[in-house]
């Protein structure tokens, strides 16, 4: 069983900074593609940003452009998520996800590209 961990959520400020981190758990397994994704209640998950392994090429929702940052940590294990500026509308529960085949970037905007996904972190931004 592939598991996702997040972790790095909390609560801060308007303009503060956290970063979130996706470590895998359980058997190893080898992904081409990781994401992050966000969800408030009421709402359909929404994407955050995806880093695809095979070029280190990214994407990113328009709404965290410029403020965001995703990468990886240890040699395509751990993928990280840089969050500065953040603001209220960032409040969310934050999941990470993971996708064993070959992907072109566009689809890894879409959580169905995905085969494993965290439990999810929770970020509170205070105005």
């Known amino acids: 069983q592939v598991q996702l961990v997040e972790s790095g959520g909390g609560l801060v400020q308007a303009g503060g900074s956290l970063r979130l981190s996706c470590a895998p758990s359980?058997?190893?397994?080898?992904?081409?593609?990781m994401g992050w994704f966000r969800q408030v209640p009421g709402k359909a998950r929404e994407f955050v940003a995806a880093i695809r392994w095979s070029d280190s090429s990214t994407t990113y929702a328009d709404s965290v452009k410029g403020r965001f940052t995703i990468s990886s940590v240890n040699a395509k294990i751990v993928v990280s998520l840089q969050m500065n500026s953040l603001q209220p509308e960032d409040t969310a529960v934050y999941y990470c996800a993971a996708r064993s085949r070959l992907a072109f970037l566009p689809d890894l905007r879409g959580a169905g590209a995905y085969d494993y996904w965290g439990q999810g972190t929770q970020v509170t931004v205070s105005s």
């Open positions: 359980g058997r190893t397994f080898s992904s081409s593609a």
